[in-house]
Structure formats: structure tokens, C-alpha cells
């Protein structure tokens, strides 16, 4: 079973400040089938990225997603304020997900 | 508009039963592929069961295989969850989503606002 590891637990940055998530997995990716995504409280998750770096719709370019085999990051380029959420990755496509244990983002 | 509607969460005893319902509409709900998710108050997310278009194909997560059951009615445009011998680490926000595709370990692009489970004695 693959886990997922993401780093840092928190992160606390400033309005305009770059943001820079990782996400970790235990084996290598099959197809690089990893998302990301954006919970704000009282909300359902928002997708934003798939397949490690395919932005999805409607979602603002400063969000992107890099990263291949074990190693991925989401980058915020620069914060806004709604951009405050926790952020968790996914590996999706084999029969079952798996979702890494969220970080952060707060408002330092 | 696509929407998705849970129901039938309440507070139950450690190992008694629910049943969850997701209403779906705004779609052709029998085209697409369905998950349920949860999420502990607080902590993070935990994919729970899925269910492909024509009912053929299902997973579950380790910690609920032989204890909860996930179906569908096409005709009725709606996804169940059968929850039996609950226990306590069972109590959750329980999501339903809908898969991009028929098969449902793709990934979702519509959610709903989630039931809430407890189970306490």
C-alpha cells in the first residue's frame, strides 16, 4: 500500500508570500497519478491539481504542481488571502485512493 | 446544476447500523462512477468505498471490508452505504463524490456536503 507523507505539517506565511508543499509517496507513482487539493473549513474539498501538474478547471495559475515518481510539490506563487486552507495530495487511478495527512497553509 | 445530497447520518451505538444516501441530480447518475469519502472532525481525508457505473466493480478501504456495503440505484439516481458492526473509530463526516469517469477510482469532480456519523455508546 502506498502512503503519502506531506511536508510541512504547517506552513505560515504571509499574503503574497510563495508557498511550497510536498508531498512524498512511499513507491513511485503509477503515472504520476497525483492530485491535489484545497479544504477550507465547513467545505467539501476543491480539486486543483491532477496527474502531478495539470492545473484543473477554473483554477488560478499562480497554483501549480511539479514533481514525478515519489517526489511532488504544489507551489503557490503568491498568496491570497482565500488561499489559506489545508492542502492535501492524493494518488488516485488503482482501484483504490489514497490521501496524505494535509498541511496547513495559515496566515502568519 | 450537478448536486449531490447525503442523508441518513445520525448517532448510533458501537456495533449498530446506518444507512447512508446520496441523492444525485443535475446528471445522468447511471454514466458515472461513485465514491464515498470520510473525514474525522478535524483530522484528514480517508476514501472509504467506490462504486463503478454499472455496479459491476466496488473497493473498499481495509478498515471497512466485511462490515460496510456500497450500492446503487440508477433508477433512482442514488448511492448507498450500508455501515454495519459500527465501531467508534467509524465516526466521520461521510462525503459522497462523483467520479470523473464510470469507473470509480478516478478521480471526483463534484462533491457533497457530507453526513455526519457517530458512534458512541
Known amino acids: 500500500e502506498i502512503v503519502l507523507t506531506q511536508s510541512p505539517a504547517t506552513l505560515s506565511l504571509s499574503p503574497g508570500e510563495r508557498a511550497t508543499l510536498s508531498c512524498g509517496a512511499s513507491q513511485s507513482l503509477y503515472n504520476n497519478y497525483l492530485a491535489w487539493y484545497q479544504q477550507k473549513p465547513g467545505l467539501a474539498p476543491r480539486l486543483l491539481i491532477h496527474d502531478a501538474s495539470s492545473r484543473a478547471t477554473g483554477i488560478p495559475d499562480r497554483f501549480s504542481g511539479s514533481g514525478s515518481g515519489t517526489d511532488f510539490t504544489l507551489t503557490i506563487s503568491r498568496l491570497e488571502p482565500e488561499d489559506f486552507a489545508v492542502y492535501y495530495c492524493?494518488?488516485?487511478?488503482?482501484?483504490?485512493?489514497?490521501f496524505g495527512q494535509g498541511t496547513k497553509v495559515e496566515i502568519k | 446544476e450537478v448536486r449531490l445530497v447525503e442523508s441518513g447520518g445520525g448517532v448510533v451505538r458501537p456495533g449498530g447500523s446506518l444507512r447512508l444516501s446520496c441523492a444525485a441530480s443535475g446528471f445522468t447518475f447511471g454514466d458515472y462512477g461513485m465514491i464515498w469519502v470520510r473525514q474525522v472532525s478535524g483530522k484528514g481525508l480517508e476514501w472509504v468505498s467506490g462504486i463503478n457505473w454499472d455496479a459491476d466493480s466496488k473497493g473498499y478501504v481495509d478498515s471497512v471490508k466485511g462490515r460496510f456495503t456500497v450500492s446503487r440505484d440508477n433508477a433512482k439516481d442514488s448511492l448507498y452505504l450500508q455501515m454495519d458492526s459500527l465501531r467508534a473509530e467509524d465516526s466521520a463526516l461521510y462525503y459522497c463524490?462523483?467520479?470523473?469517469?464510470?469507473?470509480?477510482?478516478?478521480?471526483?469532480?463534484?462533491w457533497g456536503q457530507g453526513t455526519l456519523v457517530t458512534v458512541s455508546s
Open positions: 463524490a462523483r467520479s470523473q469517469t464510470r469507473y470509480f477510482d478516478w478521480l471526483p469532480d463534484c
Open positions: 492524493q494518488y488516485y487511478g488503482r482501484s483504490r485512493w489514497t
